[in-house]
């Protein structure tokens, strides 16, 4: 390389000065090699002499000769010659993939290991050899095959450098790598070589060959890069602290224990020992990463320490000093700051041996103490984890005192930590922003679990196996809030809930799969009605043997009792071919205008939001040329269901769902404002009866009501045309015939004259615009509960108003004139 120079033609003396200078590069480099005493050739004659003597090399008589050739792609195996004698080749078939070494003694010169190590795979084992395994001044020869770099890491590298390499930095996947290094050697003084795959599909194989003396270099020591192990009298005893902190006194054969893990990177760590900090920052080298105790379980004293920074280094040494214990020994352990990036597997399982059970739990910054013992049966109960924040918020410290016996008794089952860490959830909330409420630092671990029902009867419920439909609109906070709420009813079954997302954000997919819930992607609409067919359509298909479904639309919160109120519906629904399904949301469910949860009414109308439907209603609806003239408006406008569909709704009189605020552009118009953005009442109960439900059916609800208007205080008209004239509302009965319902009557010019009636029903507090008629008819009666008692508003072309008392007939007549 460095006779380059040379090749370039120049003419006259400064042609002579060049070779000159060439001659002087050369020889320099010649001389340096000798002055490190190895030398290298590259074999790229075919007729090498490998099993001649001394691998075809000659060297000076003090040398020691090497033949070293690196696999051919993953086909055929490397070889190692050393001193005359091949002990790896493909013959042999003693090699691997990864990386294969010959372990020479310095004292002896004699081979004294063969090993191979599938770097590809993993590298702890190639660290643990090359830190524990080989021995002062132990010298190595290297052959690669197939790949070795793939998980050849920091550390692994780390370590081959402390043997004199500087090439392995670049070896990259499926590359060829040759060394002869020496254990302390300085950094670049291993003989080695690399070579390069460019676009093929593997490197070519080389074969180098050479001679080196013993020891290969300048050397410096790798002990003082192991870890920080102290042993019975190299232990400092730090302040005293009395009893540990422990408050009451350690009985015999137990001794007290204080643990502090500190507060993140700032305040150190402690342990405690028999009223002594024994280990801390400032003490016996503790730091950062796993800080360990030993204490014998004869004489309950300190008998080793070890600290070793798992953030930035291997845990090999933590791992051989665990497997070093002696049989009862009892191990205290602390992280402090950060010590999960490099901690091993075969680390964590040596302290799940110890008795640990959460250890494979530590992630990023979380902090944990343990204290087990060597031989224990199960696992400890000394043990604690607190996790990090998701964007590695420093956790909440814990801190501790106990007697721990000299003989720690086990669990056999892990013992369920304080605090449970959700990385399903911290994942998702990591790829996606704007979930304030279910990434919330403070609740981002929460986990909600489906809650049991009670009652065996109502296990056999339909309701718990009817599909649920959850329909999304674009507020994501609001979805998660829908999904949590479904998920805490009781009894829920998330095998049937399915949440239908827009097949171009599988976001939703995702989240469905957070709360354990199915998912079903659907083509997206500009139109959430459009949306809300289309999952209605797939829900039918998805689930073809089931009679009854549940459809929630965006934007829900359910009440607890949801699910225990549908089931209570279910079977009514079932007996009455007029009933086509059960709403949870009334309409007119307002704050002072319902208040009886155990009340329900029959309406002539589809009030949505969340609805349990049979689906021969829903096949109807969905057939586009009804699905056109029925709901193509949000349902607070009203779907006209009829007349394809003939049938009531049963509806509560207090709401089972709540449907947030509506806000936002477009949704100035004074009615949705007045439905939405005004108090409602919604069922806070867990668990409600619901009376009278034989009486919902279709003749039995006329009997009911009937009965009701019969023994009905009559309000006229004329007292409350006064209360809406002057602009006010009505604010009481007479008290003494309380729970009486009342009525009042009022003269219609048509069936579906409802001018006078939109008018009454202001004096009560409602709310309607003139150009839609009043909701929650029946039969063009207008019922609700107000005041502790039922409420009946009946118009003259209603077959209610026979019932109008004789006496009052001429008093109902003169007070609608003026209406
Ligand atoms: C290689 O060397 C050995 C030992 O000296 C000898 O027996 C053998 O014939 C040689 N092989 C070739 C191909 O020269
Ligand atoms: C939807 O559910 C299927 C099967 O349950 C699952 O494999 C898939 O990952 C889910 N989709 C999303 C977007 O999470
Ligand atoms: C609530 O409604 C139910 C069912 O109609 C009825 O039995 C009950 O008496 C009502 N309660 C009150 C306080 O009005
Ligand atoms: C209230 O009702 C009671 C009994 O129903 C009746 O005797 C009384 O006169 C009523 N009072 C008023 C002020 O209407």
Redesign the pocket.
């Known amino acids: 390389m460095a006779h380059v120079p040379c090749l370039i033609t120049v003419q006259g003396w400064k042609k002579f000065v060049l070779v000159l200078i060439c001659l002087c590069i050369l020889i320099y480099c010649i001389t340096s090699l000798f002055s490190h005493d190895r030398q290298m050739w590259d074999v790229n004659f075919n007729?090498w002499?490998v099993?001649?003597?001394n691998c075809g090399v000659t060297c000076k008589p003090e040398q020691h000769t090497f033949y070293i050739k690196t696999g051919d792609s993953n086909l055929y195996g490397p070889t190692i010659c050393y001193d005359g004698k091949i002990y790896i080749s493909n013959e042999l078939k003693n090699y691997g993939r990864g990386l294969n070494i010959l372990l020479i003694d310095d004292k002896t010169k004699k081979v004294t290991d063969i090993r191979s190590f599938d770097t590809y795979e993993d590298e702890a084992p190639l660290i643990r050899f090359l830190k524990k395994t080989v021995p002062e001044n132990g010298i190595i020869l290297v052959a690669s095959f197939d790949d070795a770099s793939q998980n050849l890491k920091e550390d692994s590298r780390r370590w081959l450098k402390l043997y004199g390499s500087k090439a392995v930095t670049d070896l990259s996947y499926r590359e060829g790598f040759v060394m002869v290094g020496q254990r302390g050697l300085n950094e670049g003084l291993a003989v080695e070589f690399v070579v390069k795959k460019r676009n093929a599909a593997f490197a070519p194989y080389v074969e180098k060959a050479g001679c080196f003396d013993i020891p290969l270099g300048e050397q410096h020591s790798v002990e003082l890069l192991l870890p920080d192990v102290l042993y019975k009298q190299e232990i400092s005893m730090g302040e005293v602290l009395l009893n540990c902190g422990y408050e009451g006194v350690c009985q015999a054969d137990s001794f007290p224990v204080r643990i502090d893990t500190g507060q993140s990177d700032k305040i150190s760590f402690q342990i405690c020992v028999n009223g002594h900090v024994m280990m801390s920052d400032a003490l016996n080298k503790g730091g950062r990463g796993f800080n360990v105790l030993v204490i014998d379980s004869v004489h309950l004293q300190p008998t080793a320490t070890i600290h070793v920074d798992t953030y930035n280094y291997d845990s090999t040494d933590l791992e051989v000093f665990l497997e070093s214990l002696n049989k009862g020994d009892i191990v205290i352990a602390v992280v402090r700051d950060e010590a999960s990036r490099k901690l091993s597997h075969p680390a964590k399982e040596l302290l799940n041996k110890l008795g640990s059970g959460h250890i494979q739990n530590l992630k990023f910054r979380d902090v944990w103490y343990f204290i087990g013992q060597n031989g224990i049966n199960g696992f400890t109960t000394y043990e604690q984890i607190s996790y990090a924040g998701v964007d590695g918020e420093w956790p909440k410290a814990l801190e501790n005192s106990f007697c721990v016996p000299k003989k720690i008794t086990g669990r056999q089952i892990i013992p369920d930590p304080e605090v449970h860490r959700n990385d399903e959830r911290r994942g998702f909330c990591k790829k996606y922003k704007g979930y304030y409420e279910l990434c919330d630092p403070a609740h981002v671990d929460d986990i909600i679990t489906p809650v049991k029902i009670l009652s065996q009867q109502l296990e056999t419920n339909k309701i718990y196996s009817t599909p649920i439909l959850i329909i999304p609109g674009m507020n994501h906070n609001a979805l998660v809030r829908t999904l949590q709420t479904t998920l805490m009813q009781p009894g829920i079954n998330t095998d049937f809930v399915t949440i239908f997302w827009d097949e171009k954000f599988p976001e939703y997919g995702e989240l469905a799969g957070l709360f354990k819930f199915q998912n079903q992607s659907i083509p997206g609409s500009l139109r959430y009605q459009d949306q809300v067919m289309k999952a209605i359509s797939a829900g039918l298909r998805l689930f073809p043997e089931k009679d009854y479904f549940i459809v929630l639309e965006e934007d829900l919160l359910l009440t607890a009792d949801f699910l225990n109120f549908m089931s209570q519906c279910v079977e009514t629904l079932g007996m009455d071919e007029s009933l086509i399904g059960v709403s949870a949301w009334n309409i007119n469910g307002y704050d002072e205008l319902s208040g009886n949860n155990s009340l329900m009414y029959r309406v002539e109308e589809f009030p949505g939001l969340g609805f349990m439907m049979k689906r021969s209603a829903l096949k109807l609806l969905i057939e586009p040329q009804n699905f056109k003239t029925c709901c193509t408006h949000r349902v607070w406008i009203g779907w006209n269901v009829k007349p394809e569909l003939e049938g009531e709704m049963l509806v509560p009189d207090v709401s089972r769902v709540f449907r947030q605020a509506i806000q936002g552009a477009g949704n100035t118009d004074e009615y949705i404002q007045a439905i939405f953005n005004r108090p409602r009442v919604a069922n806070l109960q867990s668990d409600v009866l619901l009376t009278g439900m034989n009486k919902l059916t279709n003749t039995a609800y006329e009997e009911l009501i009937v009965d009701d208007l019969k023994q009905s205080i009559v309000v006229l008209p004329g007292e409350i045309t006064l209360c809406y004239q002057s602009g006010g509302f009505i604010k009481e009965f007479n008290q003494s015939s309380q729970g009486t319902p009342i009525s009042v009557f009022y003269k219609q010019d048509h069936t579906h004259d409802y001018t006078l009636l939109n008018k009454l029903i202001k004096c009560f507090g409602f709310y309607v615009p003139d150009k839609y008629p009043p909701r929650n008819l029946h039969k063009g009666l207008f019922r609700y509960y107000f005041m502790k008692r039922n409420i009946y508003l009946v118009g003259s072309e209603t077959i209610y108003y026979p019932y109008l008392p004789q006496d009052k007939i001429s008093e109902v007549n003169p007070g609608t004139g003026g209406g």
């Open positions: 007729d002499n099993t001649g003597d």
